[in-house]
């Protein structure tokens, strides 16, 4: 079955510990993104990337990185110099960017502060 | 204010009832409307997708999007309680080329 694969589904981070959260989807698609979502908010862009390695910014980037060295892959890596990094946090992709509308999205991850 | 406003629920209906979810938004240029469905701590999925005005139906969905009063509905007949979740906006204008604009999602329970 075609999909999108998130992992670990519940994480827990250390103060000062960088963790990393892994995308891999099977769908031959170009684009991926990584959003996050908070109780009674809309889920929000950190970032996306339109092509093997290349990647932009998305509105709430600060404090987090990513790499795309695989057109399947596309991990997200949470620093410790976000402050508030308890939230769901969903990969996403689609055919390409312009085609965003329809967005296949992961199982999610929730990452924790201990 | 944000740009795409929608109820947060929760919305609780008797079994067999029809369901009205609706969104707002401010943005004269978005072109592209998208509801999707996510239970409980898995990720959304796309229900229904629509182009600039009018209706779309699909079995028991059915996506209005008036432009002029900047509104968009999505009516679940014959609700059933696998229908229970949240139901998420979203919303895109033509010419972004990444920039998807979710509401903060209804959470609907259906009740048998």
């Known amino acids: 079955d075609g999909g999108i694969t998130q992992s670990p589904k519940y994480l827990f981070r250390k103060e000062g510990q960088n963790v990393t959260l892994s995308c891999e989807q099977n769908?031959?698609?170009?684009?991926m993104y990584w959003y996050r979502q908070d109780p009674g908010q809309g889920l929000r862009l950190i970032y996306y990337?339109?092509?093997?390695?290349?990647?932009q910014k998305g509105d709430i980037a600060e404090g987090y990185s990513v790499s795309r060295e695989k057109k399947e892959s596309f991990p997200l890596t949470v620093t410790s110099a976000q402050k508030n990094p308890t939230a769901f946090y969903l990969c996403?992709?689609?055919?390409?960017?312009?085609?965003?509308?329809?967005?296949?999205f992961g199982s999610g991850t929730q990452l924790s502060v201990l | 204010q944000k740009e795409v406003e929608q109820d947060p629920g929760p919305l609780s209906v008797p079994e067999g009832a029809i369901v009205s979810l609706n969104c707002t938004y401010s943005?004269?240029?978005?072109?592209?409307f998208m509801w999707y469905r996510q239970y409980s701590r898995k990720g959304p999925e796309l229900l229904m997708y629509?182009?600039?005005?009018g209706n779309k139906e699909d079995g028991r969905f059915t996506a209005q999007v008036d432009k002029s009063s900047k509104y968009i509905s999505l009516f679940i007949r014959d609700s059933q309680p696998s229908d229970s979740a949240t139901y998420l906006c979203a919303m895109s204008a033509a010419d972004s080329s990444y920039k998807l604009i979710f509401g903060s999602g209804t959470r609907l329970l259906v009740r048998p």
């Open positions: 996403a992709s689609s055919i390409t960017v312009t085609a965003n509308e329809k967005l296949f």
């Open positions: 943005n004269s240029a978005f072109q592209y």
């Open positions: 769908l031959n698609h170009d684009a």
């Open positions: 990337s339109q092509i093997v390695n290349d990647f």
């Open positions: 629509t182009y600039s005005s």
